[in-house]
């Protein structure tokens, strides 16, 4: 039996992009798959006065069960509520592969999907988007969609290497499919393994820089589509000092390189609309449960390291909205 998104509390992304366009600042879109990382996920955006889209991969949701991570949702829009945030939350599916993917997250409530074509030929991304989005519309479910390949590894998501978005397809694509806003590849990538170390260079500190993002290709995209909501993957800036706690306490993420937060911010002013985080949740967490257990090896209540991990999360999430994104104080 379907379930409507408004049952549950959420709302679609429409007037949040709206609002984020005319503020130029882009709306977090962080992933999650536990309680824990949701919980701090509200908390760093109520805390903050951020609008809020809740994202789920597939691999997400197979790892927490559809029904079960259904309801946590509904729980966190509780949450917020009982806690007085007022914000709005969005439960959103992040690279949904297939058009049945899409269809059934939509029956199971949620207010926005991703339908991921970007591995297909043009026309057949185009074939299968417009499919989803018709479903989608029907029940006022907004619809991403994405034209371009990232690199890197992220769940069910894997590329070898980046294909630029091209700014002459962009026009045809959101003409013939609907979508309400549109992924690019401007050089973010996937994972914490971003760049090759044989991409970037070295500053004066002897830590790797990558390469810079191609704004020039962003540019164009918005003169072709003007006004048109964008958005951007594979955005973490794997904060090096959580990359440093995961090493000191037994890890091993060596050449472990992101996109700088300047760069970020430089386009969450622009079209750039949503930005999506996944990695740095990742890793402030893993960052913090090694470190506590290195200190504290006997232990074995999760909520002992859980809790602070949580608590380490909820900071880096506050930072993000009010440093990188600008969404902070918007609600």
Known sequence: MAVDYKELGFVNTEEMFKKAMEGKYAVPAYNFNNMEQLQAIVNACGKSGSPV???????????????????????????????????????????????????????GGFSSVMIDGSHHPFEKNIEETKKVVEYAHERGVTVEGELGVLAGIEDDVEAAKSIYTQPEEVIEFVDKTGVDSLAISIGTSHGAFKFTPEQCTKNDQGVLVPPPLRFDILEEIE?????????????????????????????????????????LRKAAKSAVCKINIDSDGRLVMTGVIRKTLAEKPGEFDPRKYLGPAREALVEMMIHKNETVLGSAGRY
């Open 223 to 263: 003169k072709q589509i003007p006004g048109f909501v964008i958005v951007l993957h594979g955005s973490s800036s794997v904060v090096p000092e959580y990359v440093k706690m995961i090493n000191s306490n037994g890890g091993d993420l060596k050449a472990a390189v992101g996109i700088p937060e300047e760069q």
């Open 53 to 107: 889209i809740l994202q789920v991969s597939k691999g997400a949701r197979s790892y927490a069960n559809e029904t079960l991570l259904r309801y946590l949702g509904q729980g966190a829009v509780a949450m917020a509520r009982e806690s007085g945030f007022n914000i709005p939350i969005a439960l959103h599916l992040d690279h949904g592969d297939t058009y049945e993917t899409c269809v059934s997250c939509i029956d």
